[in-house]
């Protein structure tokens, strides 16, 4: 590598950037699980990313067999909820702020959290054969992120069926539904982004940074306010009530959750 860069290992992610790109790899074995060390770890990368002018896209990746199971169920409780909520929030407005190309390459297990982040990026490379879905609504719990951009993304009714029922959608049906760009079989994955690459690569970073900031799928201040509105919804409303407390309890009990309605 040259004198412009940088690779590194941190405790959940690693970084490597050789301009004009920088690679995230999720690294939390064995599923990538968001926990706010994560969420830490990527809010410090992304902010040496952007101020990197050398740099014009960003690729994010997971490590093992999953992109991301989602975020850690165990930060759901009352007592580190908020925090969880506000740490992930900022990774995802960053993702959307950044006048980088982001990219998402997807492959196995892309959950709830780690959905969220997948969409948010530009451009998103899926194996056909990967587990996309926003499982919260069975721990009693909602998916913010998705739902204030999931719709602009695929459509209402699309986006109240993944979020309202849980249900796992392969690779191919997320790129057929528009949640992805496009779906590669497996051993194809790497080949699909590096010709991407290759091609912004040729443009110029600037033109590149404008236009994305032109042509983006939600506006900043509707996303903002829309998210806004659905994390104090979370916190307000959902996180006070008897079922999305036993949902968690029962996912860290590893049983059926016994809903009460209340």
Same mark, same amino acid.
């Given at each position: 590598m040259g004198p412009a860069s940088v690779a590194s290992e941190l405790g959940r992610i690693t970084l490597e950037v050789v301009p004009p790109a920088a690679r995230i790899a999720l690294r939390h074995a064995p599923h990538n699980v968001i926990d706010v060390a994560m969420m830490e770890?990527? /809010?410090?990368?992304?902010?040496?990313?952007?101020?990197?002018?050398?740099? &014009? *896209?960003? $690729?994010? &990746? %997971?490590?093992?067999?999953?992109?991301?199971?989602?975020?850690?169920v165990a930060a759901h409780v009352p007592d580190k909820i908020e925090e969880?909520?506000?740490?992930?929030?900022?990774?995802?407005?960053?993702? $959307?702020?950044?006048?980088?190309?982001?990219?998402?390459?997807?492959?196995?297990?892309?959950?709830?959290?780690? /959905?969220?982040?997948?969409?948010?990026?530009d451009l998103v490379y899926t194996t056909d054969t990967a587990q996309? %879905?926003?499982?919260?609504?069975?721990?009693?719990?909602?998916?913010?992120? *998705?739902?204030? *951009?999931?719709?602009?993304? $695929? %459509?209402?009714?699309? /986006?109240?069926?993944?979020?309202?029922?849980?249900?796992?959608?392969?690779?191919?049906?997320?790129?057929?539904? !528009?949640? *992805?760009?496009?779906? $590669?079989?497996?051993?194809?994955?790497?080949?699909?982004v590096e010709e991407c690459l290759d091609g912004l690569r040729k443009l110029s970073p600037v033109a590149l940074a404008v236009t994305k900031k032109a042509s983006y799928a939600w506006d900043s201040m509707?996303?903002?306010? !829309?998210?806004?509105?659905?994390?104090?919804?979370?916190?307000?409303?959902l996180m006070k009530t008897e079922d999305a407390q036993e949902g968690i309890r029962a996912f860290m009990e590893k049983r059926e959750p016994k809903w009460t309605g209340k």
């Open positions: 770890e990527l /809010a410090a990368a992304l902010a040496e990313i952007e101020i990197r002018p050398d740099v &014009s *896209a960003i $690729v994010i &990746s %997971g490590h093992g067999k999953a992109f991301s199971a989602g975020v850690d969880m909520l506000a740490k992930f929030d900022a990774v995802i407005r960053t993702f $959307v702020a950044s006048k980088k190309v982001t990219i998402a390459a997807v492959h196995g297990p892309c959950l709830g959290g780690g /959905a969220e982040l997948a969409m948010v990026c996309w %879905g926003f499982p919260e609504i069975k721990l009693g719990c909602y998916p913010p992120v *998705a739902c204030t *951009a999931l719709a602009a993304l $695929v %459509g209402q009714k699309r /986006a109240a069926e993944l979020i309202l029922t849980g249900r796992t959608i392969s690779g191919e049906e997320a790129a057929e539904i !528009g949640l *992805a760009t496009r779906a $590669v079989p497996e051993g194809e994955l790497s080949a699909a509707h996303f903002d306010k !829309g998210l806004a509105r659905a994390e104090r919804l979370y916190l307000d409303d």
